[in-house]
């Protein structure tokens, strides 16, 4: 098992010439869900052939414009396009009115169902749950309401005991049950346990998302050994007083929380313009971080164990 990132944006505030704002595309097998939708991400879309049909679920961290100014052209394409199934958007309080008074604004009679739902994101809860997925939130420190998220696998199937189960007689259509949890119960009524016929199955996959906040060791606890995390590193470690400012990260600040957190890897995204050479951000968090990568425009990362 293993779940695909697809980058799409990785600058902050604007637009510059090869980096677009942020976007990506989360690949659970059976989901496909967009993170974050700036300015630019249906022509992203389209570069990296992505069906955006498949999309049914999209996540926005907060109100500023790198972050939610393609999602209402999104909505609009898929109006136009007669899309039939239903979206779902999640999002800070405020989301609603934004999305509302755009398509007020612009007299966008939708033909499809859009469901809108706002959470605090001061607090952290389970938001949305879909086929083997939870989904939660991860409050951030930004200069307005901003929200992470953390993608959990809800189960990873047992693993059968050969022998037990040959002990047990338990026929082979029966294995599938058993990788879910269910017990076998035998011809005269015995109950075998789970327990017994599996073992436990590997450690379910994790991704975290961390767009624009300040350093937040609260965040440690929460993100605990995910497989992936991204988080943002808008500026170098020379100018760390303009990110605590502005309610940002530096990569070291992004790779100190993935240090402490024991996540398996480190995406870095949500660079300032002002850096035109992205290289001195891996090399500074690999001094605190080693597993680190730049997070790159068009590039699939794979999460596994």
Not at 236 to 245: F, G, I, R, T
Not at 249 to 265: M, R, Y
Request: proline fraction near 5%; charged fraction near 20%; include cysteine.
């Amino acid at each position: 098992m293993q779940w695909k990132l697809l980058v799409l944006g990785v600058n902050a505030a604007v637009p510059m010439k090869g980096r677009h704002p942020s976007a990506q595309l989360l690949d659970v097998g059976n989901e496909l869900i967009l993170i974050d939708c700036g300015e630019g991400t249906q022509l992203r879309m389209c570069e990296c052939h992505v069906r955006r049909s498949r999309i049914n679920h999209v996540f926005i961290s907060h109100l500023h414009g790198d972050h939610i100014y393609g999602l209402p052209g999104l909505i609009t394409s898929y109006n136009l396009g007669r899309r039939e199934e239903p979206l779902f958007i999640y999002g800070p309080f405020g989301i609603n009115d934004f999305i509302h008074k755009t398509l007020d604004a612009t007299q966008i009679s939708l033909h499809f169902d859009l469901h809108v739902l706002e959470h605090n994101s001061m607090a952290t809860s389970t938001i949305c749950t879909l086929p083997n997925l939870h989904v939660k939130t991860l409050p951030l420190i930004h200069r307005v309401p901003t929200t992470g998220y953390l993608f959990l696998e809800q189960t990873a199937k047992r693993s059968i005991d050969p022998q037990a189960v040959k002990e047990n007689k338990v026929p082979h259509h029966f294995f599938p049950a058993l990788q879910k949890g269910e017990d076998w119960t035998q011809g005269d009524g015995k109950v075998i346990t789970n327990e017994i016929l599996t073992r436990p199955g590997r450690r379910p996959l994790s991704y975290a998302y961390c767009s624009d906040t300040a350093y937040n060791r609260d965040l440690i606890p929460l993100i605990y050994k995910a497989n992936l995390l991204y988080h943002e590193s808008t500026f170098l470690q020379d100018l760390h007083e303009k990110a605590v400012d502005r309610g940002h990260s530096t990569a070291i600040d992004a790779a100190s929380i993935a240090k402490e957190a024991e996540v398996a890897s480190l995406l870095l995204g949500h660079f300032s313009s002002r850096y035109e050479d992205l290289n001195e951000f891996e090399r500074e968090a690999k001094k605190v971080f080693q597993n680190t990568q730049i997070a790159m425009e068009g590039l699939t990362y794979n999460i596994a164990h």
